[in-house]
């Protein structure tokens, strides 16, 4: 309760969640904004360390060069000021911004668990998922990333899912201090059977989904260096011969 002579805290504003989740990209990932040109200048990651391992056997990994690129895209979103002062209450606009983010962030995690699943051989996804969540996600959350995504923020009109049942549905985020109940679309319970239109949609943290990336961005980082036959392997199914250009 405020009196005459206290006001109102205001609202938490979307300025912080995104500025934390920068720091964390770019310090985890080794990115840095080049202002003159809007990119990121990423020599110093390990994306650059297994290319340059790649050049030195005369080989050039043209999917490491576009992965680092297409990363851009999620590092132009979270450098965009103009939703900073949004609060909760703006909840059609933010959803739409981490809909933007989780479209470009589901083909990075796709990526990592296809080139896996290409390197080490396994016979399906969901077994390159298992692989790479080993110790550092939880048992197949990156199948209940992949769901939830699918579901609430692709705009499909298959089977159940946020664009068949859009009933103006409550967008609320953990990121403002929403939490867990129980008629709720969330991360970890995607019953859309059951919904009505007293149903939200939790949206989990901004943080958690960098986190995620670059929790993976690591682990295959550790697989190059420590996994057997991991970086040959590498090489050998995605590198193509590579020449320097001459010199002008």
Not at 45 to 59: H, M, P, R, V, Y
Not at 63 to 69: E, K, N, Q, T
Request: a negative charge.
């Amino acid at each position: 309760m405020t009196t005459a002579n206290q006001p109102a805290t205001p609202a938490p504003t979307f300025g912080p969640i995104r500025e934390k989740a920068l720091e964390r990209w770019n310090t985890e990932l080794v990115r840095t904004r080049m202002p003159d040109l809007d990119s990121d200048d990423y020599t110093g990651s390990s994306l650059c360390n297994w290319q340059n391992e790649c050049l030195d056997n005369g080989k050039h990994l043209s999917v490491i060069c576009s992965l680092g690129d297409w990363m851009d895209n999620v590092s132009d979103l979270l450098y965009d000021k103009r939703y900073d002062e949004k609060t909760a209450e703006d909840d059609i606009v933010l959803f739409r911004f981490y809909t933007k983010c989780l479209l470009f962030i589901s083909e990075i995690l796709e990526d990592f668990v296809t080139l896996n699943k290409a390197v080490t051989g396994v016979a399906r996804k969901a077994l390159s998922s298992r692989h790479l969540e080993s110790g550092i996600l939880g048992d197949k959350e990156l199948t209940h990333i992949s769901e939830f995504i699918n579901s609430v923020c692709k705009h499909k009109l298959e089977n159940n899912n946020l664009h068949v049942h859009n009933h103006h549905l409550k967008y609320e985020f953990v990121d403002f201090g929403a939490i867990n109940e129980n008629n709720q679309i969330r991360l970890d319970q995607q019953n859309w059977a059951a919904m009505n239109q007293d149903t939200s949609i939790l949206m989990p943290s901004l943080l958690y989904f960098i986190n995620v990336v670059c929790r993976l961005y690591h682990q295959l980082d550790h697989f190059i260096k420590n996994e057997p036959g991991y970086k040959d392997n590498l090489i050998a199914r995605y590198a193509d011969d590579w020449k320097a250009k001459e010199e002008a």
